[in-house]
Nanobody, 124 residues
Framework: QVQVVESGGGLVQAGGSLRLSCTAS????????MGWFRQAPGKEREGVSC????????YYVDSVKGRFTISRDNAKNTLYLQMNSLKPEDTAMYYC?????????????????WGQGTQVTVSS
């Protein structure tokens, strides 16, 4: 049974940084594409960033380009999202997903394995 778990969320002031982590049991993350998604209250879930299984391709939505960096450490079976220069509009529940297609638009696709999310709150 595959279980995906996110961590690293919290409360931070605008301009601050956080690093999210995602691990999975029962799945070798080095063999699948992975992505980060977020959902703010009252809004639809949206893609943030994704990375191919090899790590050679990464994509970001425009709102986070230049501020967020996705990376993976296959030896640790862990995915990361480094978030810098955080803004109040980045406040959301952040989800990690494994086994989805990774495309430039970072679409939300109901497939693969999803975690329960970690809350990120950015105060102004």
């Amino acid at each position: 049974q595959v279980q995906v778990v996110e961590s690293g969320g919290g409360l931070v002031q605008a301009g601050g940084s956080l690093r999210l982590s995602c691990t999975a049991s029962g799945l070798n993350l080095g063999t699948v594409n992975m992505g980060w998604f977020r959902q703010a209250p009252g809004k639809e879930r949206e893609g943030v960033s994704c990375i191919s299984w090899s790590g050679t391709s990464t994509y970001y939505v425009d709102s986070v380009k230049g501020r967020f960096t996705i990376s993976r450490d296959n030896a640790k079976n862990t995915l990361y999202l480094q978030m810098n220069s955080l803004k109040p509009e980045d406040t959301a529940m952040y989800y990690c997903a494994a086994g989805l297609p990774c495309m430039p638009t970072v679409p939300v696709i109901k497939a693969g394995y999803w975690g329960q999310g970690t809350q990120v709150t950015v105060s102004s």
